[in-house]
């Protein structure tokens, strides 16, 4: 059973304007939160992250929001450029858990 | 360049052929994983590694081997391959558990038929 869930499977988005990736998870051992971007025929790159011990994370044009309570966290893009074209990946890991789950992913797509 | 490198790229072998996906990484990292990637599964672990002889089994280890003699190199091994392991696979490592984010080598895509 996936502990990260992206129920979202793609986004499409006008250039300029703010894209919202949703992602909920249900292990409430997860402390560390991160955001991976993935192009086709490339390995995921690391885009951002977060820690329980923090709401909001701020990375120039990506924020990211955690909502402990609600077991929700989401990644906001302002605004959105072309080149932010690709699928999402929500990660989470507990602190003594040496490993990482991921979300199914969000394909997003930003209309020019 | 610092990196994480996996070959091959593509493979497509048959039923119960042993294959091994070879992953290096020239960044001194202590930890390093495998991820498998199917569609709407996204990303999950079947092994990682502390350091050095120490690996322990992601959510997904059945039907995959690891080895790790050195920091640099952690080979994937199948020793039977089933055509449920036809995915495309991606190692990664970083400097340490809890320590950065990890770097993603390009992926394999394997197919078994």
């Known amino acids: 059973d996936q502990q990260v869930k992206q129920n979202s499977p793609s986004l499409s988005v006008q250039e300029g304007r703010i894209s919202i990736l949703n992602c909920d998870y249900t292990?409430?051992?997860?402390?560390?939160f991160l955001w991976y971007k993935k192009y086709p025929a490339e390995g995921p790159t690391f885009l951002i992250s977060?820690?329980?011990?923090?709401d909001k994370n701020e990375d120039g044009r990506f924020t990211v929001f955690l909502n402990k309570s609600a077991k929700h966290l989401s990644l906001h893009i302002v605004p959105s450029q072309p080149g932010d074209s690709a699928v999402y990946f929500c990660a989470a890991s507990g602190t003594n858990d040496y490993k990482l789950s991921f979300g199914a992913g969000t394909t997003v797509t930003v209309r020019a | 360049e610092a990196q994480v490198t996996q070959n091959p790229r593509y493979l497509i072998t048959v039923t119960g052929k042993k294959l091994t996906v070879t992953c290096s990484q020239n960044?001194?990292?202590?930890?390093m994983s495998w991820y498998r990637q199917d569609p709407g599964l996204g990303l999950r672990q079947i092994y990682y590694?502390?350091?050095?002889?120490v690996t322990d089994k992601g959510d997904v280890p059945e039907g995959y081997k690891v080895s790790r003699k050195e920091k640099r190199n952690f080979p994937l091994i199948l020793e039977s391959p089933s055509p449920n392991q036809t995915s495309l696979y991606f190692c990664a490592s970083s400097l340490n558990w809890g320590v950065g984010e990890q770097f993603f080598g390009p992926g394999t895509r394997l197919t078994v038929l």
């Open positions: 292990n409430s051992m997860f402390d560390y």
């Open positions: 960044m001194n990292h202590e930890y």
């Open positions: 977060i820690s329980s011990i923090k």
């Open positions: 590694s502390m350091n050095v002889e």
